[in-house]
């Protein structure tokens, strides 16, 4: 099992680009999730989705747009990228929620310049 | 507003033990999680704690009190490979991660 896999590791966008962050899982979690995490802060929800078809905003949308056609693809979507969205994007997965654990991809690095 | 606080950086020495300390508000608790994430890399599960007491897997354990918001995450038999940051996160009433900025343990030889 490849367990959760984003591509790609980096990428760099002009300011007002756009791009779509890959996250694929194999372990057939009904729960996905977007964070991003930047220095000296904890990991913030973007989007999150119980299930193909249902997707919901989390803490810090703005910017972002996500989709969830099957269950082992979640895919993040950057439009007019800002030099703000500079991050580091993790996408997760688990099978539950209370005393699941999330499962993480390696993280995509993303500049804006 | 919801707050997760731990201690930004901390220095233990190899064969020793270390205590990391998270203390939390957050509008309801389903459950505390502990990660474990080397730089450059992603966040790795390491405990969970629902109801009060100790939670014990090999050299660590992890304590909860409730009725106090605070986990106390504890390293024994220190290795090199130890260091990383630990991100302490509490599952709130919508069932969402919140999330620490995590420790930087330091371990010296």
């Known amino acids: 099992n490849a367990g959760v896999t984003q591509t790609p590791k980096f990428r760099i966008l002009k300011i007002g680009q756009s791009m779509t962050l890959q996250c694929t899982q194999d372990?057939?979690?009904?729960?996905m999730y977007w964070y991003r995490q930047d220095p000296g802060m904890g990991l913030k929800l973007i989007y999150y989705?119980?299930?193909?078809?249902?997707?919901d905003k989390g803490e810090v949308p703005n910017g972002y747009n996500v989709s969830r056609s099957t269950t082992e693809d979640f895919p993040l979507r950057l439009e007019l990228a800002a030099p703000s969205q500079t991050s580091v994007y993790f996408c997760a997965s688990s099978y539950g929620t209370s005393g699941n654990e999330q499962f993480f991809g390696p993280g995509t690095r993303l500049t804006v310049l | 507003g919801q707050n997760i606080d731990q201690p930004t950086e901390m220095t233990a020495t190899e064969g020793a033990i270390v205590q990391i300390n998270c203390t939390y508000q957050t509008s309801g608790f389903n459950g505390l999680f502990w990660y474990q994430q080397h730089a450059g890399e992603a966040p790795t599960f390491l405990s969970y704690?629902?109801l009060d007491g100790l939670e014990e897997k090999g050299r660590f354990s992890s304590f909860l009190s409730r009725s106090k918001g605070y986990s106390d995450l504890l390293l024994k038999e220190l290795q090199m490979k130890d260091s990383a940051s630990y991100l302490c996160?509490?599952?709130?009433?919508?069932?969402?991660?919140?999330w620490g900025a995590g420790t930087k343990l330091i371990i010296k030889p």
């Open positions: 704690n629902v």
């Open positions: 989705s119980v299930g193909a078809g249902i997707t």
């Open positions: 372990m057939n979690h009904n729960y």
């Open positions: 996160a509490v599952m709130d009433s919508n069932y969402q991660l919140i």
